[in-house]
């Protein structure tokens, strides 16, 4: 039986965040989970590091603060994933008053140390670019700054780190038995293995409740008590592009809610979310998927404001997530987005739970989870990653620089297309120079070579086409069906 100090279960941003956390502090750990790295909610985002501008509405001063924090952390650890983004908000005077705006946008310039990131703004958006693609009697509006992410990629890295401080990460292996002892916990995974750990995480994310009812059992037998989850369905869609400059924009609706229009893939906007509670008691779904209802409104929403109608059959591509968000009453859009950690040894071996949560503060609940369990285990030690890059961050003298970065790569590879290259910085960061200076091999799809392939899953725990097209990269969006296949067929050859 191997001996660990922390099981982590869950491979989603706050499970491979907290193994890398733990791991970095010098803990011996596994993380198991059950499918591939961010094969659910950590993939299905809208792809942002925010502040979260609408939680000002419900006086979530806190948690707005704590994110503004993060982003610029997040920015510093990986600038090849995690990106400035200017955000055009039109005015819609019969919605909220432009002193309201003000009010707030001067709040979220100022909540928290700002030093990459440019303040909001007021903008005239007759004859100007960023006008352009709207109706026209959108006149007015603001410009203020957040960053995009990489979402399924940020936790990719994360596992990565973890891994490289010691951590097992396993992929397709699920805890399907967790025991609680005094001083241990008796583990068994999904392929028969046994293993004996001083703690225990549930990282589970929507499956965080579903995870203690069904496969544990506390000392003496007893069930270990949960926390209610409320279950909301976030959906997004991608069409074609429908503006070319960089910025991307947020909508005010009628009801209250925001949805953004995103720049997306160089050829797409992205346009997202909506907030699908589901009936209560329901067990989140293995795959979730977008309805009609919600294709019709992010529809309906986004053709108010651009110029271009969106239509339903302008669909390229959806997808749609779960998120656990914490029971506090009200709708299902002003529930609130921050975490809980519940760390106890009361009952025995230390356990500590992640209820909720969102992607731009996933460091900060590592670090306080992290913090937290070690406290339990007698040992705190010292937090790490605020200051820390990610695997591939460190551009060296180009800082923060993503497209300098890129640049010098293209010098020193001119056979190489723009495109990928760009692509490869994107995605590897410091990284891409190794893997493009490796014997390409075959080309299965274009821009896609056999020596990335080999990296994906020997270093990146790629097992199929879909980890490769839909999460390791959106290549998948880019190819045919005829492509796409290619993709499969390799890895069905290896």
């Known amino acids: 039986m191997d001996h660990f100090d922390v099981v982590v279960v869950g491979g989603g941003i706050?499970?491979?965040?907290?193994?890398?956390?733990?791991?970095?502090?010098?803990?011996?750990?596994?993380?198991?989970?059950?499918?591939?790295?961010?094969?659910?909610?950590?993939?299905?985002s809208t792809k942002l590091v925010h502040g979260g501008l609408r939680y000002l509405e419900t006086y979530e001063f806190s948690l707005v603060r704590k994110a503004l924090q993060e982003r610029e952390v997040l920015l510093r650890s990986a600038p090849q994933l995690i990106r400035p983004l200017?955000?055009?908000l039109p005015h819609a005077p019969h919605l909220r008053p432009a002193w309201m705006i003000r009010i707030g946008l001067f709040l979220y310039d100022h909540l928290a140390r700002r030093e990459l990131l440019p303040g909001s703004q007021g903008l005239r958006l007759s004859n100007s670019p960023y006008g352009a693609p709207l109706k026209p009697e959108f006149t007015r509006g603001f410009v203020y700054s957040d960053g995009w992410v990489d979402d399924a990629r940020l936790v990719v890295l994360n596992a990565q780190d973890a891994q490289a401080r010691g951590a097992e990460v396993l992929t397709r292996c699920a805890v399907t038995r967790a025991v609680r002892g005094a001083d241990a916990w008796q583990i068994t995974l999904?392929?028969?293995?046994?293993?004996?750990?001083?703690?225990?995480?549930?990282a589970a994310g929507p499956w965080a409740e579903r995870f203690l009812r069904d496969h544990t059992q506390g000392a003496g037998g007893q069930p270990l008590p949960t926390r209610g989850l409320r279950l909301v369905k976030g959906s997004h869609i991608v069409v074609a592009q429908r503006f070319t400059h960089d910025h991307a924009y947020i909508f005010q609706n009628p009801d209250g809610r925001i949805i953004f229009a995103i720049p997306y893939q160089g050829r797409f906007t992205l346009i997202g979310t909506t907030d699908v509670e589901l009936p209560e008691h329901e067990d989140p779904p293995a795959r979730a998927e977008i309805e009609q209802a919600e294709v019709d409104y992010l529809c309906a929403q986004a053709s108010r404001y651009l110029a271009q109608p969106v239509r339903p059959a302008d669909l390229l591509w959806s997808y749609a997530g779960v998120r656990p968000l914490l029971d506090e009453?009200?709708?299902?859009?002003?529930?609130?987005?921050?975490?809980?950690?519940?760390?106890?040894?009361?009952?025995g071996a230390p356990l500590l739970n992640v209820w909720g949560g969102k992607l731009t503060t996933y460091r900060k609940l590592a670090e306080d989870?992290?913090?937290?369990?070690?406290?339990?285990?007698?040992?705190?030690r010292k937090p790490w990653t605020a200051g820390a890059h990610l695997p591939g961050g460190d551009l060296g003298r180009h800082g923060v620089d993503i497209a300098a970065f890129a640049a010098e790569l293209q010098a020193r590879h001119p056979g190489r297309a723009p495109d990928d290259v760009r692509r490869i910085a994107g995605a590897y960061g410091s990284r891409a120079a190794g893997l493009l200076a490796a014997p390409t091999g075959a080309e299965v799809a274009p821009g896609l070579f056999e020596s990335e392939l080999r990296h994906l899953v020997e270093a990146e725990w790629a097992r199929d086409a879909e980890d490769v097209l839909w999460r390791r990269s959106k290549l998948g969006l880019h190819y045919t069906a005829e492509q796409r296949a290619a993709v499969a067929t390799w890895f069905g050859t290896r």
């Open 190 to 202: 999904a392929n028969g293995r046994s293993l004996r750990a001083r703690a225990l995480v549930n």
């Open 369 to 380: 989870g992290a913090s937290q369990l070690g406290q339990l285990l007698g040992d705190a």
């Open 86 to 88: 200017r955000f055009v």
């Open 14 to 44: 706050n499970g491979t965040g907290l193994a890398r956390d733990l791991a970095g502090r010098g803990w011996k750990l596994l993380l198991a989970e059950r499918d591939d790295l961010a094969s659910h909610t950590s993939s299905a």
């Open 329 to 347: 009453g009200g709708s299902a859009s002003a529930v609130t987005r921050d975490y809980l950690l519940e760390a106890d040894a009361a009952g």
